[in-house]
């Protein structure tokens, strides 16, 4: 008796939903069912009405950049365009030069960038900088091309500070992500093992596409270059990179004028792991060759030297320039990389028992031409 009372209960929930125990009212077939009112809410917060009006001034400023690697046919040897990788981009200046990373179109045959509008383009290749992974490339917009993103100061920014990053991660167009600074002045590798240096951390979440798309500060100027995430399992995770934009304020002109990075040297040979060796703990950076003709040697630095014995005898110690320590070759170099070749600097150098002041103007070597 109680089955069967339990299967009849059990029907009627299969027929009629979990319904009361008592009948439902018959409702008229010719009444209206009305959906309920929507409520009304306040105005936005000035916090949302300012990330509105920002990601609507930038983002028609922000492309997709797709890529096609041509491959050979291992049995015919037709050449075929194999689909490589996207990324993100935004537009630099008002002749259609185009600012992504140096990862998103690095091995590619042929670049296709595709504005908000969904206009398409291919797209020339300027030049680049593996070093800072940035590269630039050229669209030809007959009319109406986006303007370009307002370019801010990364020095301004401050821990704590609100950004939007804007991209196409999984070829999402325009994804908005919102965040704050959360640190400043790290050091990331790039592709070729070198560091890139005071590159900003944020929470905002970058994903596969992103790379390339600006990082905004909250009045719509761009800070930085999104980059890459650090994620041990391959998802985000909660922490970004941005190549900051007094980097590429500093870089992409060059790379305009010149197709290629023009880094100003001094024209020396030095390794950290022997100059922690030589100086047993102290910082600097040993000299250990001078190229001949270089602005170093005609301001007369002494490279170190092998004796008879076979023992090494130190030359002059690099201990800082400007004033600004260099506690290692990499850093050397990155301060280097905030002059411009041709500017006069001068290094604090340990020659034995004596520190002097010498002054030097930099040549500029460039990188290996990217094409």
């Given at each position: 008796m109680a089955n069967r009372r339990y299967l009849a209960v059990l029907a009627a929930v299969c027929v009629g939903g979990f319904a009361s125990a008592q009948q439902r009212p018959v409702v008229s077939r010719d009444a209206a069912v009305q959906p309920r009112a929507v409520a009304e809410r306040g105005p936005l917060s000035a916090d949302e009405r300012n990330t509105i009006s920002v990601f609507e001034s930038v983002s028609p400023s922000?492309?997709?950049?797709?890529?096609?690697?041509?491959?050979?046919?291992?049995?015919?040897?037709?050449?075929?365009?194999?689909?490589?990788?996207?990324?993100?981009?935004?537009?630099?200046d008002d002749q259609g030069r185009v600012v992504t990373n140096y990862?998103?179109?690095?091995?590619?045959?042929?670049?296709?960038?595709?504005?908000?509008?969904?206009?398409?383009?291919?797209?020339?290749?300027?030049?680049?900088?593996?070093?800072?992974?940035?590269?630039?490339?050229?669209?030809?917009?007959?009319?109406?091309?986006?303007p370009p993103i307002p370019v801010g100061?990364?020095?301004?920014?401050?821990?704590?500070?609100?950004?939007?990053?804007?991209?196409?991660?999984?070829?999402?167009?325009?994804?908005?992500?919102?965040?704050?600074?959360?640190?400043?002045?790290?050091?990331?590798?790039?592709?070729?093992?070198?560091?890139?240096?005071?590159?900003?951390?944020?929470?905002?979440?970058?994903?596969?596409?992103?790379?390339?798309?600006p990082l905004i500060d909250?009045?719509?100027?761009?800070?930085?270059?999104?980059?890459?995430?650090?994620?041990?399992?391959?998802?985000?995770?909660?922490?970004?990179?941005?190549?900051?934009?007094?980097?590429?304020?500093?870089?992409?002109?060059?790379?305009?004028?010149?197709?290629?990075?023009?880094?100003?040297?001094?024209?020396?040979?030095?390794?950290?792991?022997?100059?922690?060796?030589?100086?047993?703990?102290?910082?600097?950076?040993?000299?250990?060759?001078?190229?001949?003709g270089s602005p170093a040697a005609r301001a007369g630095l002494r490279a170190a030297e092998q004796t008879a014995a076979g023992r090494v005898r130190l030359g002059d110690v690099i201990e800082a320039i400007d004033g600004q320590p260099t506690e290692s070759m990499a850093t050397l170099v990155n301060l280097l990389d905030a002059r411009e070749f041709g500017d006069r600097v001068t290094l604090t150098v340990r020659r034995g028992e004596q520190r002097v002041e010498v002054p030097v103007t930099l040549g500029g070597a460039g990188e290996t031409p990217v094409r």
């Open positions: 922000v492309v997709y950049i797709t890529t096609v690697q041509y491959v050979r046919d291992f049995f015919n040897r037709n050449v075929m365009r194999v689909p490589q990788g996207t990324g993100s981009g935004f537009i630099w990862h998103v179109i690095s091995g590619a045959g042929e670049a296709m960038v595709r504005l908000g509008d969904q206009r398409s383009y291919k797209a020339r290749l300027v030049g680049a900088s593996p070093d800072h992974d940035l590269a630039v490339l050229q669209i030809d917009v007959p009319t109406d091309l986006p100061s990364s020095t301004e920014l401050r821990v704590g500070q609100s950004v939007l990053a804007i991209g196409n991660p999984f070829g999402l167009d325009h994804t908005l992500t919102t965040g704050i600074v959360s640190a400043l002045n790290r050091e990331v590798e790039n592709e070729g093992g070198g560091v890139i240096d005071n590159v900003i951390q944020t929470d905002a979440a970058i994903n596969p596409g992103n790379s390339g798309g909250s009045a719509g100027r761009l800070v930085g270059i999104n980059t890459m995430i650090y994620s041990p399992s391959g998802a985000y995770a909660g922490v970004g990179f941005a190549v900051p934009v007094d980097t590429i304020n500093r870089v992409v002109p060059r790379i305009i004028a010149y197709g290629q990075y023009i880094r100003p040297t001094l024209g020396i040979e030095a390794r950290d792991d022997v100059s922690r060796q030589l100086l047993d703990g102290s910082e600097g950076v040993v000299i250990l060759r001078v190229a001949s």
